[in-house]
């Protein structure tokens, strides 16, 4: 009884889930862990109320052991008072169908009558039962693989999967503490006869491999449970911190990111190859398969100073393409058609998603008292224009007379010389008169037409103003 109190006693003291009004759902195999998990939370729902519902699911995988686990956990569940959902999923025939891995197929099966589950009992909290082992063998399995600090944080004691939270409270509690807990207080489990098949790498590392390292060192588990400790921590900060840094140095742009590579190169190693991650994350239902593929990829291709124009197809729809100084990770779509608008009355804001800035035109007074920065601001004699004045995108054989120039030149070698990204030229505005002029390339230059003379009578200024609401603009 000393004993099972003291195990009671730490589950109820790192409940650190449990809240007022708590509906949990426990996800129930009919093992040793899933088990006593389910009459720990009975008993720790005396002392902290809480609403339980388990929750089994019978994949047909072993069918006659299969058909006893799901009795088995009936029998406990209306012993305990503990209403049950069930489930029988046919995954042979359906892996057969799909071609799926079978691990895969029947956990995304699990979940969705989890979730399903959850929402007729207004469950917002589901219960796991991975335990300290799992955590080693989970660790270890990552490092024989390759991983990196995300990797070596092992399984999440906490994490949110849409509106369900989940959480595993068992994650510091030893396979044979549990086991022992089964025995003093009469809890029924099953055995399940393929933890012992070594066709499954976990079963191996679990039966072969961990043996020989506790040879080794006999708290080899809790030193890997330990570092994964450690790793969620630091991974937790650096995901935190490349949270930050993404928004200075990269901006959602469409349906895709545009990535500043002067800001990303200044950053460490470690807080690039979070952010190539992250956009991933952000772009692509399958980011986690992308990212294990294609980041290291990625990031050459971003820092790498000598290739400084690049295409990448990066799968899932996505493609990278680096101009200069920028970078496009997002979906593969077509070039856009070119837009014209005629300035409305004056004073107005012309606002210009796809470039992600605003030009604001007005009338001024004269004499100017600061001199114009030609690439974010410039003044024209209106007396000198032919209105209204235009905003529109390149069009083929545009020339450009750039003020301080004889001759003129075309637009697109000024977009060439100002390694303006391809892409982003079908998109940069022009300011142009109803005569055809091009009086300003915005962020670029200003034409030498239209000067305002000190004793001009209407004089408009035209300013670009970064979008609040659109990507990141700047000055060349």
């Given amino acids: 009884m000393r004993d099972r109190d003291a195990l009671l006693a730490r589950f109820v003291a790192e409940a650190d889930w449990w809240k007022p009004d708590l509906t949990v759902l426990a996800a129930v195999s009919g093992g040793p862990d899933s088990m006593a998990m389910l009459h720990l939370l009975r008993q720790m729902a005396e002392e902290k109320p809480m609403r339980i519902v388990a929750a089994h699911v019978n994949h047909r995988f072993r069918e006659e052991e299969s058909a006893k686990e799901a009795e088995l956990v009936a029998r406990a569940a209306q012993s305990w008072g503990i209403p049950l959902e069930t489930a029988v999923i046919d995954m042979p025939s359906y892996i057969k169908e799909t071609g799926r891995n079978a691990q895969e197929a029947a956990r995304e099966k699990r979940y969705a009558f989890f979730r399903e589950a959850a929402e007729r009992h207004g469950a917002d909290t589901l219960m796991l039962a991975h335990h300290a082992d799992d955590q080693a063998e989970t660790v ?214 796809d470039w992600g800035a605003q030009l604001e035109f007005e009338r001024v007074p004269m004499p100017v008292t600061s001199p114009p920065e030609p690439r974010r601001e410039a003044f024209f004699d209106e007396s000198q224009l032919v209105m209204p004045l235009m905003v529109r995108t390149r069009k083929p054989g545009d020339r450009f007379c750039p003020d301080g120039f004889d001759g003129s030149k075309k637009v697109q070698d000024v977009f060439v010389d100002a390694k303006i990204p391809r892409s982003r030229r079908d998109v940069w505005p022009l300011v142009t008169d109803s005569g055809g002029r091009i009086l300003w390339i915005p962020g670029l230059r200003r034409s030498r037409f239209a000067h305002a003379p000190s004793d001009a009578k209407s004089v408009i200024r035209v300013a670009v103003r970064p979008d609040p609401d659109g990507p990141r603009w700047k000055p060349v």
């Fill in 140 to 353: 270890l399995m990552r490092i024989i693989r390759g991983t990196g600090v995300s990797g070596l944080a092992g399984i999440p004691e906490r994490r949110k999967e849409g509106r369900l939270e989940l959480v595993r409270p068992l994650l510091r509690i030893t396979k044979k503490e549990l086991l022992a807990y089964c025995r003093r207080n009469g809890v029924p489990y099953a055995t399940d006869s393929s933890n012992f098949s070594r066709k499954y790498v976990r079963n191996a590392v679990r039966l072969d491999v961990l043996p020989v390292l506790r040879k080794m060192n006999p708290k080899v588990d809790e030193a890997l449970v330990r570092l994964a400790d450690l790793a969620a921590a630091d991974d937790d900060y650096l995901e935190k911190e490349a949270a930050r840094h993404l928004d200075s140095a990269a901006a959602f742009s469409g349906d895709g990111w545009r990535v500043d590579l002067k800001r990303f190169g200044a950053l460490h190693i470690a807080l690039q190859r979070r952010i190539v991650q992250l956009i991933l994350k952000y772009s692509s239902d399958s980011w986690y398969s992308l990212a294990y593929r294609k980041v290291d990829d990625l990031l050459e291709a971003m820092t790498d100073r000598q290739r400084t124009v690049h295409r990448m197809d990066i799968g899932d729809g996505l493609i990278f393409i680096r101009e200069y100084d920028e970078a496009y990770v997002g979906p593969n779509r077509p070039d856009r058609d070119g837009y014209c608008y005629a300035v409305p009355e004056i004073p107005c804001t012309v606002r210009l998603d």
